[in-house]
Nanobody, 116 residues
């Protein structure tokens, strides 16, 4: 059974940085893509960043230039480096792994709170 375990959320002041991690286990299936999503109170879940199996990166306009997605294939882990954090970045962040033949799996979510 596929499991995704997230870590790295927390409380930070505006302008600060956080690094999120998401480690996968339970399958050796090939990945289509990995991504990070977020959901703020009263809002829909939105894509923050994604990285394909060949390394193509995609970012939401609101985080371009501030956030960086990366991966460690050997560790089955995806990261999200978040710099210059702003109060609007406050949300629960979820990682997503999309596997060939298995579909999408989600992490449990980690809270990121940015104070002004």
């Amino acid at each position: 059974q596929v499991q995704l375990v997230e870590s790295g959320g927390g409380l930070v002041q505006a302008g600060g940085s956080l690094r999120l991690s998401c480690a996968a286990s339970g399958t050796s299936r090939s990945l289509i893509a990995m991504g990070w999503y977020r959901q703020a109170p009263g809002k829909q879940r939105e894509l923050v960043a994604s990285i394909s199996s060949v390394g193509n990166e995609n970012y939401a306009d609101s985080v371009k230039g501030r956030f960086t997605i990366s991966r460690d294939n050997a560790k089955n882990t995806v990261y999200l480096q978040m710099n210059s954090l702003q109060p609007d970045d406050t949300a629960v962040y979820f990682c997503n792994f999309n596997y060939w033949g298995l579909g999408n799996y989600w992490g449990q979510g980690t809270q990121v709170t940015v104070s002004s």
